[in-house]
């Protein structure tokens, strides 16, 4: 008996002497960790329940979900976010493209411009929106510029036409984050073999085959990245169109963070806000299982290499 | 190293590079020249043009005198409110990743792997996944509608990415260098402190730059969770359009717009280095 004391006192002692470590180690972890876990299956509860004004108990099965998908908001919302999200993955993936190779020509003053290209980065949507705004606004942005100067047939009022609309959030959004795509692929091509690029130029390669045969293809996987991650964004975006149009003219540039803060917050039906949320969590998920997948793939190859 | 021939084909290149900087410059540049022109001007003509006379005072008013839903002290007390949210938040989820970077990298305890992995799952759970939670959250701790209740949020939120900037920087620290300062007896704590914080400079910047730039440009908690005086800068900028919507006050607006813009571009300017390592480091997750 006294041995077993003796050999726990030690252990309970070292426990008591460890505390503070084992605190700041698990109390931050296991409250970030906690909330992602527990604030996801949260919501989805309250996806499945009649939650109004307050959560309330109860069970409606998939009754908010069918709700949601039937409303004319959220099949707005979800046809551009198609819109959206093709246009400016693709338009932003192309400008950075470009951007980087035009950078990348061994250009003076290129952090200046690096710089100037990256700026939107730092500032917020509702900044930047709230200046979009203002110059695709027009009564005082550009087209009244242009009119001023004596072309007064010119018209720039996609800001007011519902069928253009949306595309005022992808050129906003496309000059805000080109730049992103820029650092990322510029790194890419800092980072290509010179060997490579010497063999190329010996076999007689000039600078566009260099370009489509020898460096594009080593930047397939920083391609993925970068359509990914804007991706994220063009599903989650949010204060870009609350500054920039407030998912006007009437609904027409709604998105589905939109539709969930409108369910939630305006009409007050914490269900429905809560379904939409899930389906936006499920769009996500559409786009990041099949990347998680892929590099799990490219790890293991890489292993075995 | 840098190409001094000027070729047609290179001159083309700058040209193609410099209209397009201009380009994207335009709207930094709209929004300063109308920051001092006066709203008769800008409406007379358009946002786009030179300052006749220079409307200095457009920034005295909008730094403290117009008004937002009956309330007329300017943007200062919302700028004052980004600030009290952003450097507390910013220093406790970068001091709390530190050490939790720290431990799963250079410790093995039970389940290190495991709630490493649900952290960095926080970088793709969408907002919107914890808008409701935190609601009910707030409001039962009673702090819905407070400053502390914002820096709880982005503090608790912000642990997914400084653990994960500072975890894949310690990485690298080699382990002999830990081993063997155990075998001398130092502890979790005196490892940090005398190895690894010595180290961190760099990647502390990154985080720091970072979480300061998301948080002082956060909109939808900000929106959600507080009203009137208590609202972050960018939530009072949109009350600030809708309430001059009727007459725009595109000078003073603009000035406001400047100033709430002012802090994360400053940030920028002086550490670019630093927020382009952040951005690149948040990507390849």
């Given at each position: 008996m006294s041995e077993t004391a003796a050999a726990r006192r030690p252990k309970v002692f070292g426990l008591v002497r460890r505390l503070p470590?084992?605190?700041?180690?698990?109390?931050?972890?296991?409250?970030?960790?906690?909330?992602?876990?527990?604030?996801?299956?949260?919501?989805?509860?309250?996806?499945?329940?009649?939650?109004?004004?307050?959560?309330?108990?109860?069970?409606?099965?998939?009754?908010?979900?069918?709700?949601?998908?039937?409303?004319?908001?959220?099949?707005?919302?979800?046809?551009?976010?198609?819109?959206?999200?093709?246009?400016?993955?693709v338009l932003s993936l192309l400008t950075g493209l470009g951007l980087a190779i035009l950078l990348d020509q061994r250009i003076r003053g290129e952090n200046v411009l690096r710089s100037i290209f990256?700026?939107?980065m730092a500032v917020s949507f509702v900044v930047t929106g709230t200046v979009w705004s203002w110059l695709l606004n027009p009564g005082v942005g550009v087209q009244k510029f242009v009119n001023d100067f004596g072309w007064m047939s010119f018209r720039f009022d996609w800001l007011i036409n519902r069928d253009m609309a949306i595309w005022t959030i992808v050129m906003a959004a496309v000059w805000q984050s080109a730049g992103f795509g820029m650092a990322l692929f510029l790194a890419g091509l800092r980072s290509v073999d010179t060997d490579l690029i010497k063999a190329a130029q010996i076999d007689g390669a000039g600078p566009f085959r260099l370009y489509r045969r020898v460096i594009l293809p080593t930047l397939w996987p920083i391609t993925v990245t970068v359509v990914v991650i804007q991706l994220q964004f063009a599903i989650t975006t949010f204060d870009l169109v609350r500054a920039l149009t407030g998912g006007g003219p009437g609904i027409a540039t709604l998105l589905p963070a939109l539709v969930v803060y409108d369910?939630?917050?305006?009409?007050?039906?914490?269900?429905?806000?809560?379904?939409?949320?899930?389906?936006?969590?499920?769009?996500?998920?559409?786009?990041?299982?099949?990347?998680?997948?892929?590099r799990h793939v490219q790890a293991r190859q890489a292993a075995r290499a | 190293m840098r190409d001094t021939t000027f070729t047609p084909g290179r001159i083309l290149i700058y040209l193609a590079v410099w209209s397009l900087a201009a380009a994207w410059l335009v709207p930094l540049a709209v929004v300063m020249l109308n920051s001092v022109r006066t709203a008769e001007e800008i409406v007379q003509t358009s946002m786009i043009g030179w300052p006749?006379?220079?409307?200095?005072?457009?920034y005295r008013t909008a730094w403290a005198d117009f008004c937002v839903a009956q309330t007329c002290a300017g943007i200062r007390p919302y700028m004052l409110n980004s600030a009290l949210v952003s450097i507390p938040a910013t220093i406790i989820s970068t001091v709390f990743g530190a050490v939790a970077g720290y431990a799963v990298s250079l410790w093995r305890f039970p389940g290190d792997r495991w709630i490493y992995g649900v952290v960095t799952l926080g970088l793709f759970l969408p907002q919107q996944m914890r808008l409701l939670p935190w609601t009910i959250v707030l409001r039962d701790v009673g702090l819905i509608n407070t400053l502390t209740g914002l820096v709880l949020i982005h503090s608790i939120q912000g642990l997914s990415f400084t653990t994960l900037f500072c975890r894949n920087y310690y990485i690298a620290i080699p382990r002999e260098l830990i081993g063997a300062a155990r075998i001398d007896g130092?502890?979790?704590?005196?490892i940090f402190r005398r190895i690894v914080l010595p180290l961190s400079p760099p990647i502390l910047i990154?985080?720091?730059?970072?979480?300061?730039?998301h948080i002082w440009n956060e909109f939808l908690y900000g929106v959600t969770f507080t009203t009137g005086q208590q609202q972050p800068v960018t939530a009072a900028l949109i009350a600030l359009s809708a309430a001059v919507a009727d007459v725009p006050?595109?000078?003073?607006?603009?000035?406001?717009?400047?100033?709430?813009?002012?802090?994360t571009l400053l940030v920028y300017l002086l550490g670019g280095r630093?927020?382009?390592r952040g951005l690149t480091a948040g990507a390849v997750k």
């Open positions: 470590e084992h605190l700041t180690i698990w109390l931050p972890l296991l409250l970030a960790a906690g909330h992602i876990v527990s604030f996801s299956l949260w919501t989805l509860w309250v996806s499945f329940t009649p939650s109004t004004l307050l959560p309330e108990f109860g069970w409606v099965g998939l009754h908010n979900y069918t709700a949601v998908l039937a409303t004319r908001n959220w099949r707005i919302a979800f046809d551009n976010l198609l819109l959206f999200g093709s246009a400016f993955v990256l700026y939107p369910f939630m917050f305006q009409r007050g039906l914490l269900g429905r806000g809560a379904a939409a949320a899930v389906l936006m969590l499920l769009t996500l998920l559409a786009v990041l299982l099949p990347y998680a997948a892929w | 006749e006379h220079w409307a200095w005072d457009n130092a502890g979790f704590f005196r990154v985080t720091v730059i970072w979480q300061f730039t006050q595109h000078g003073v607006q603009s000035a406001a717009v400047m100033i709430a813009a002012l802090p630093y927020f382009v």
